[in-house]
């Protein structure tokens, strides 16, 4: 019996040492192993390989927020770090390098025969605010969206992390709050002068001649000419397209899920470096391109030899609608 009870005892000893050492062996293997950080459990990349995303477990009730990374996520990056900074920079650099060639050759366009000291109204104040905030809210969006492309290389070694980050976050507060003026703004220039924008017959003499920027000849042209007409599009076209792709980033999963917010993005970008790049022209042009043009948006009025060079057709009908020039006034 006492043999009995010797053996139980030493029986019931061995399995808690086999227990103690079997507890012991993992932490002591921790502390005292050399961790190998590229072990295969841990390669990122394999698991992408083989399951072709990372997705974890979650406490929040939105599961979408568990996948880390899928391939698409990769494609897009790719487009988003490189090509699209490549477009970007040819897009808008390229065009900056046109105007200064073009200006350079061409300097500014003036008025034939100077002014005659008379001046016919071409914008109401209404259209005048219209365009003034449309193109406000254009150039910070512009700005701003410009940094969420170029900022993290161009800005962010020049300012700091703390600089950088303060602009950065001002700068998307901006370009979500504005562009609700701007959306609004696109559809008030739409609706105010699309009877003006209809493409004719007239456009097609207009382009055919060069619009008279490459010499001295003066196609005929309504109130707007061929090169506005095609301006005047792009800009309800293309602030239309910004704004929907905009507002599809903006309020994410309510419109569409991943993958068409990464063509959301794709769209929105490519758009606004070509708008961006057509608005320098524009600028180009109504300022100093051309004597005589920034007024027009102005004060609002134009002066009569001005309207006779580049809106022929215009100032005939203006004079036709008011024979006594009921519109046009002397100038200050
Ligand atoms: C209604 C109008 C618009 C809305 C709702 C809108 C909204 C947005 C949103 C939500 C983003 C993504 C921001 C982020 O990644 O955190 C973005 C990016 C951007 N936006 Fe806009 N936007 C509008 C108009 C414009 C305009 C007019 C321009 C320029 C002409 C523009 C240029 C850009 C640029 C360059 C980006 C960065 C693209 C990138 O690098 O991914 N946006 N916009």
Known sequence: MAKLLERIRFIVGALALALIVAMATPVLAQQGAPINPTASAVKEQQLLNEVSRIQGRGTIPDVRSYVLEHPAGREWRQWHEVTLRWIGAITVLGTLALIVIVYLWRGMIKIEGGRSGRTI???????????????????????????ITFGKPL??????????????????????YLSFPFTIGVVLVLLIWVGDNIPNSADVEWFKRGGGIFSDDHPPAGHFNGGQKAIYWIVVLGGGTSAVTGYLLMFPFYGTGISGMQLAEVVHATVAMLFIAVMLAHIYIGTIGMEGAAEAMGQGTVDVNWARQHHSQWLKDEMARSPKGARAQPAE
Do not use: D
């Open 155 to 176: 800005l962010l070694p020049l300012l700091g992390p703390e600089a950088f980050t303060t602009w950065s976050e001002l700068a998307k507060y901006a370009h979500n």
């Open 121 to 147: 109204v071409r914008f109401t104040a209404f259209e005048r605010f219209v365009h003034w905030m449309t193109a406000s809210c254009f150039i910070i969006l512009a700005l701003s969206g410009l940094n």
